[in-house]
């Protein structure tokens, strides 16, 4: 009789140091990491909002995790340097000169991005941004198609790098004249985890940005731009 006692006793402390365990892992675990330029979607049903200004303008977001690999979204962006960032220089046999500013334009556009891989915690996505530019003058109006590759590279718990290829593709409308760029921007970034629900972001990108009509010459496109990230349970 004494014997069952004891294994009763054992039994039940076992249990109690267990469920008192099971607890404080729940308690005390990290919220899942999400990104918003680091490959990492934001999480299905979560809702973000961002906001990012600096060059080329002020880009705003928002972004919708439809499953845990696929981010859908929209995003307005008031653009004082052109589409793509390019600067008031064209580049032409190893020359730089000056080939006069971007007209201030609206940028609307669709917002998707997919999880494609995951390989020893690096995490890579693809993006596809189609969308429509409204010039405020010049009679101008244009269709983009931005596709781009995101690669995030964690530092710590709060702190993740990340690369990116990009593609930022428009095309151009005006007096029967239509013009198609393709800008090739390499560029990196860092996303800071100030609470597990808000993001600051910074991103770098750079490259040449080639048109395709004749006796245009290709100029450099820059986006630097730094945001903050909002995301809603």
């Known amino acids: 009789m004494r014997n069952n006692r004891v294994v009763r006793g054992a039994v039940l402390c076992v249990a109690l140091v267990a469920g008192a365990a099971g607890a404080q892992t729940q308690t005390t675990a990290t919220p899942p990491r999400w990104t918003v330029d680091s490959g990492q979607t934001v999480g299905e049903g979560a809702n973000v909002v961002r906001a990012q200004i600096a060059w080329p303008g002020l880009w705003l977001?928002?972004?919708?995790?439809?499953?845990?690999?696929?981010?859908?979204?929209?995003?307005?962006?008031?653009?004082w340097g052109g589409p793509a960032g390019e600067l008031n220089y064209c580049f032409s046999n190893g020359f730089a000169s000056a080939c006069g500013g971007s007209t201030f334009n609206f940028d609307?556009?669709?917002?998707?991005?997919?999880?494609?891989?995951?390989?020893?915690?690096?995490?890579?996505?693809?993006t596809f941004n189609p969308g429509f530019l409204?010039?405020?003058?010049?009679?101008?109006?244009?269709?983009?198609?931005?596709?781009?590759?995101?690669?995030?590279?964690p530092f710590n718990d709060k702190l993740i790098f990340n690369a990116s290829i990009e593609l930022p593709m428009y095309m151009t409308f005006a007096n029967s004249v239509t013009n198609f760029t393709i800008p090739i921007l390499f560029g990196g970034g860092a996303e800071y985890a100030v609470?597990?629900?808000?993001?600051?972001?910074?991103?770098?990108?750079?490259?040449?940005?080639?048109?395709?009509?004749?006796?245009?010459?290709?100029?450099?496109?820059?986006?630097?731009?730094?945001?903050?990230?909002?995301?809603?349970?």
């Open 61 to 79: 977001d928002y972004v919708y995790g439809v499953n845990p690999t696929f981010d859908i979204g929209g995003r307005l962006a008031m653009n």
């Open 108 to 126: 609307f556009q669709l917002l998707l991005r997919m999880k494609i891989a995951e390989i020893s915690g690096l995490k890579l996505a693809g």
């Open 134 to 153: 409204v010039y405020t003058s010049g009679n101008v109006t244009g269709i983009n198609l931005p596709l781009g590759v995101q690669l995030g590279i």
């Open 195 to 233: 609470m597990p629900e808000l993001l600051i972001t910074f991103k770098l990108a750079m490259g040449p940005s080639i048109p395709t009509h004749a006796n245009t010459a290709t100029s450099f496109a820059l986006e630097a731009l730094a945001g903050v990230a909002y995301k809603f349970h």
